[in-house]
């Protein structure tokens, strides 16, 4: 286990690979749904493997995290903040893993390949249904609409922790140390 008040430098990196690719990732998916025709192939070109990658790397920092652990929270962090944390990250990682699968299940049912390369196709996971394809595209919305909000939710609490309570939470994610109040 990690006893640091500092994350793991490698779940650091992987957390903010994963900040970025998620980030570029909602952009990418809310352009496509624009349907600006000329781009829409290129943007299909990066959504697919950017989607894998994010499968990947949540399934690597869950791992990650169970091995080298996580720093405590502070004493002054009330119980249900703690209880709500862990929730809210629960739902962070259980979005991170279904919004990939519901992606390429939905790209399957439609009979669609998910190419991460040329040359490299994913095997479908379903086979090609209508009916099927039918529940998984407004699934694969409202996942998304669900982890933007998951998203601003903990952006929201790293900002109150940095900026107003300055309690070392913000910190031991980004490894910056300063503030009275933060103990090196």
Request: hydrophobic share 55%; proline share 7%; net charge positive.
């Amino acid at each position: 286990m990690h006893n640091s008040a500092l994350f793991h430098p490698a779940l650091r990196v992987v957390h903010w690979l994963m900040a970025l690719a998620v980030l570029a990732m909602l952009f990418i998916g809310v352009a496509m749904v624009m349907d600006i025709s000329a781009a829409r192939p290129v943007l299909l070109a990066i959504h697919q493997p950017l989607g894998v990658a994010i499968g990947g790397l949540v399934i690597l920092r869950i791992v990650l995290r169970g091995y080298l652990g996580v720093p405590p929270m502070p004493a002054s962090v009330a119980g249900w903040q703690r209880t709500l944390a862990h929730l809210s990250h629960l739902a962070l990682y259980l979005l991170m893993v279904a919004q990939p699968l519901t992606g390429w299940a939905m790209l399957s049912t439609a009979g669609y390949p998910v190419t991460l390369w040329h040359g490299f196709v994913l095997p479908p996971l379903l086979p090609v249904s209508v009916e099927h394809y039918a529940v998984l595209r407004p699934l694969h919305t409202l996942l998304a609409y669900s982890l933007f909000a998951c998203i601003l939710a903990h952006l929201a609490a790293a900002l109150l922790h940095g900026l107003l309570l300055r309690d070392g939470v913000l910190s031991s994610m980004t490894g910056w140390r300063r503030g009275r109040s933060e103990k090196q």
